[in-house]
């Protein structure tokens, strides 16, 4: 079920737990909480990453929330359905990146958004942002 939402406290417990995690990793990455609608509700930058980051794990988090699923699960979606790719990406206006590094966030068994992370690995992102999500877990 998808529904609820974060309170800024929320937010601010997602991104202390996806910075502490960017730190043991140690390399600059953007952190970016959105709730079930794929509204931004924090953005991070951690250690200075270069500046598209942000967009990209914007869209990491957008991607997840808008598809009800890790992102690193929709990866696979590109070579097996490129359309649904493509007209997922137009159709939220690019906000939609289908790489590792997007995890839903959940509160008492329900999506109330998700954590997008950029910059590192795929890995690297991925481990990062379930760090954030685990935080509401």
Do not use: Y
Request: with cysteine.
């Amino acid at each position: 079920p998808i529904s609820g939402e974060m309170k800024t406290a929320d937010v601010a417990r997602v991104l202390e737990a996806a910075r502490a995690e960017a730190g043991k990793v140690g390399k600059p990455v953007a952190l970016c909480v959105v709730n079930v609608g794929g509204i931004v509700l924090g953005l991070e930058r951690v250690g200075d990453p270069g500046t598209f980051t942000s967009i990209v794990a914007d869209g990491k988090a957008n991607a997840a929330v808008t598809m009800g699923r890790d992102s690193s699960q929709l990866a696979a979606m590109v070579e097996r359905a490129p359309a649904i790719v493509n007209a997922m990406i137009t159709r939220t206006g690019g906000r939609f990146v289908a790489v590792a590094g997007g995890v839903l966030i959940q509160q008492g068994g329900e999506v109330v958004g998700a954590v997008g992370v950029s910059g590192a690995t795929a890995e690297e992102d991925e481990q990062i942002a379930k760090a954030g999500a685990a935080a509401l877990a």
